[in-house]
């Protein structure tokens, strides 16, 4: 009976292998055609007429918006279920996309925009069901594969949008591009069956323990051990554990299909509105607040590089974008790295993500104080991977203190912290360019400081709490 439950589940461990491919290949078509128009937005708006003044504010809608509808949209994929979310996400984006193709003036501009900066968050869903799919000590590997997938397409839609661009017309050929792509990836979504994307946590420890090949009475061991894992999540609330030991499912696995797509609107708010009012008062201000730093920090250090390489160096823009594209194109590659860097320090995310920040913050300094620019290169080839390694950190870190029961509204929560990081880095930036060049990074040097204070402060206290979370998990059995 045990050998036959456990073949079905490496059945399904198969399949979902194949639909994280899905996701990642997802994952690349989706930066691969925002990043084709992101550098041509700004030269579109302006040719349609626009001053500067207005160009900026209809430029800093998609963050505005973004800022708050991250947050809503991921609370809502944990209700209504991943896959339907994300199609959601991905044929209002693609409207948006369309209509962008189709502006001629600046209200159809501001339009097109509106769509966008509300439903694209087809990244956040991804990294979401992904964590569903897999177990805790896999997520950082599959978060590190996906994230470089997603990179590289963010590397090669420029210079798609840009050879798309000398052709008259480009723009407009270049957004329908985009919203074909995004069609594209919905059909994909499509595909994956339902059942799928429902999330079994005692399908993930079968998965181990046969890989372990363990006998019968340590995989009964195992689920039941499981079981009491997945019931102390601290975002899990009561609804979710009456769904979790409800008929038909089982003990300690949590299914994601809290509220039907198709029920009430005000059902699926009032969800909403409760997993939000839960993690805003949950007690992971300390992770937020150290994410918010290190994405100012990390927005100080680009803000102004190509204009402070040319006045520090007299580089020439053109050897800068070959510098950019360099340290970008090794962020890509970084994301194969977070697997076997989580690895070696034996999945202790805390003490990885203090070490990255620490240095990030060392080759920010080492940046800001650059006689040449051979340091820059240099600090740039290590500034890369630190920036890739502690984003996973911390968004695993978020999962693992909030659960990954409200694994959608976490993502979404930290993308609003890092919209707020967009909104205020520009004008802090601006700021700091008024004393020095390197002014900027000379700031970031300070919050990422005040980062690493804050975790060797916090990280303590989150070791004594796992510890008597521990203790009681052992009393409990």
């Given at each position: 009976?045990?050998?036959?439950?456990?073949?079905?589940?490496?059945?399904?461990?198969?399949?979902?292998?194949?639909?994280?491919?899905?996701?990642?290949?997802?994952?690349?078509?989706?930066?691969?055609?925002?990043?084709?128009?992101?550098?041509?937005?700004?030269?579109?708006?302006?040719?349609?007429?626009?001053?500067?003044?207005?160009?900026?504010?209809?430029?800093?809608?998609?963050?505005?918006?973004?800022?708050?509808?991250?947050?809503?949209?991921?609370?809502?994929?944990?209700?209504?279920?991943?896959?339907?979310?994300?199609?959601?996400?991905?044929?209002?984006?693609?409207?948006?996309?369309?209509?962008?193709?189709?502006?001629?003036?600046?209200?159809?501009?501001?339009?097109?925009?509106?769509?966008?900066?509300?439903?694209?968050?087809?990244?956040?869903?991804?990294?979401?069901?992904?964590?569903?799919?897999?177990?805790?000590?896999?997520?950082?590997?599959?978060?590190?594969?996906?994230?470089?997938?997603?990179?590289?397409?963010?590397?090669?839609?420029?210079?798609?949008?840009?050879?798309?661009?000398?052709?008259?017309?480009?723009?407009?050929?270049?957004?329908?591009?985009?919203?074909?792509?995004?069609?594209?990836?919905?059909?994909?979504?499509?595909?994956?069956?339902?059942?799928?994307?429902?999330?079994?946590?005692?399908?993930?420890?079968?998965?181990?323990?046969?890989?372990?090949?363990?006998?019968?009475?340590?995989?009964?061991?195992?689920?039941?051990?499981?079981?009491?894992?997945?019931?102390?999540?601290?975002?899990?609330?009561?609804?979710?554990?009456?769904?979790?030991?409800?008929?038909?499912?089982?003990?300690?696995?949590?299914?994601?299909?809290?509220?039907?797509?198709?029920?009430?609107?005000?059902?699926?708010?009032?969800?909403?509105?409760?997993?939000?009012?839960?993690?805003?008062?949950?007690?992971?201000?300390?992770?937020?607040?150290?994410?918010?730093?290190?994405?100012?920090?990390?927005?100080?250090?680009?803000?102004?590089?190509?204009?402070?390489?040319?006045?520090?160096?007299?580089?020439?823009?053109?050897?800068?974008?070959?510098?950019?594209?360099y340290s970008s194109t090794l962020g890509a590659l970084a994301g194969f790295l977070v697997g076997p860097v989580?690895?070696?320090?034996?999945?202790?995310?805390?003490?990885?993500?203090?070490?990255?920040?620490?240095?990030?913050?060392?080759?920010?300094?080492?940046?800001?104080?650059?006689?040449?620019?051979?340091?820059?290169?240099?600090?740039?080839?290590?500034?890369?991977?630190?920036?890739?390694?502690?984003?996973?950190?911390?968004?695993?870190?978020?999962?693992?203190?909030?659960?990954?029961?409200?694994?959608?509204?976490?993502?979404?929560?930290?993308?609003?912290?890092?919209?707020?990081?967009?909104?205020?880095?520009?004008?802090?930036?601006?700021?700091?360019?008024?004393?020095?060049?390197?002014?900027?990074?000379?700031?970031?040097?300070?919050?990422?400081?005040?980062?690493?204070?804050?975790?060797?402060?916090?990280?303590?206290?989150?070791?004594?709490?796992?510890?008597?979370?521990?203790?009681?998990?052992?009393?409990?059995?």
């Amino acid at each position: 009976m045990i050998n036959q439950k456990c073949s079905t589940l490496l059945l399904k461990d198969r399949r979902r292998r194949r639909i994280i491919k899905c996701i990642y290949v997802v994952g690349f078509m989706d930066l691969f055609g925002v990043s084709m128009i992101i550098p041509l937005l700004s030269h579109h708006v302006k040719a349609l007429g626009a001053s500067p003044t207005v160009a900026g504010i209809v430029g800093s809608t998609y963050g505005i918006l973004q800022l708050f509808s991250s947050t809503i949209v991921g609370s809502w994929s944990d209700v209504v279920g991943r896959r339907y979310s994300l199609l959601t996400c991905l044929l209002l984006s693609a409207l948006g996309y369309g209509l962008l193709g189709m502006s001629t003036s600046i209200a159809l501009f501001v339009l097109a925009r509106i769509p966008v900066g509300l439903f694209k968050h087809s990244l956040s869903i991804c990294r979401a069901l992904l964590s569903d799919l897999v177990s805790a000590s896999e997520r950082p590997l599959v978060m590190g594969h996906f994230n470089a997938a997603s990179s590289v397409g963010f590397i090669l839609g420029p210079v798609v949008g840009g050879y798309l661009t000398e052709h008259e017309g480009g723009f407009y050929t270049s957004s329908f591009t985009c919203a074909a792509i995004f069609i594209i990836n919905a059909g994909l979504v499509w595909m994956i069956p339902q059942s799928e994307t429902l999330a079994d946590r005692n399908d993930t420890v079968c998965r181990n323990d046969t890989s372990a090949g363990y006998h019968e009475k340590h995989f009964s061991k195992s689920v039941q051990n499981g079981s009491h894992t997945n019931s102390h999540h601290p975002l899990l609330t009561a609804e979710m554990q009456q769904e979790s030991t409800s008929p038909g499912k089982h003990q300690g696995g949590f299914r994601w299909r809290d509220v039907s797509f198709l029920q009430p609107v005000w059902k699926q708010l009032s969800s909403v509105g409760s997993r939000i009012h839960i993690v805003a008062s949950s007690d992971m201000w300390d992770l937020f607040l150290v994410r918010l730093l290190m994405a100012i920090a990390i927005m100080l250090y680009y803000s102004n590089f190509s204009l402070a390489m040319e006045e520090r160096f007299s580089l020439k823009p053109k050897m800068t974008g070959y510098l950019i594209s360099y340290s970008s194109t090794l962020g890509a590659l970084a994301g194969f790295l977070v697997g076997p860097v989580t690895q070696l320090y034996k999945n202790n995310m805390p003490a990885l993500l203090l070490h990255s920040t620490v240095l990030t913050c060392t080759l920010i300094f080492l940046y800001a104080a650059a006689p040449n620019v051979w340091q820059v290169l240099l600090t740039s080839t290590f500034f890369a991977i630190s920036t890739t390694i502690g984003r996973t950190c911390i968004t695993d870190l978020e999962l693992q203190r909030g659960g990954v029961q409200a694994s959608g509204t976490l993502i979404g929560a930290g993308q609003s912290v890092t919209a707020v990081g967009r909104i205020l880095a520009p004008l802090l930036s601006g700021l700091a360019q008024e004393f020095s060049p390197c002014g900027p990074p000379s700031l970031g040097v300070v919050l990422a400081l005040a980062a690493v204070a804050l975790l060797l402060i916090r990280i303590p206290k989150w070791d004594a709490r796992e510890m008597t979370k521990a203790a009681k998990l052992r009393n409990s059995k």
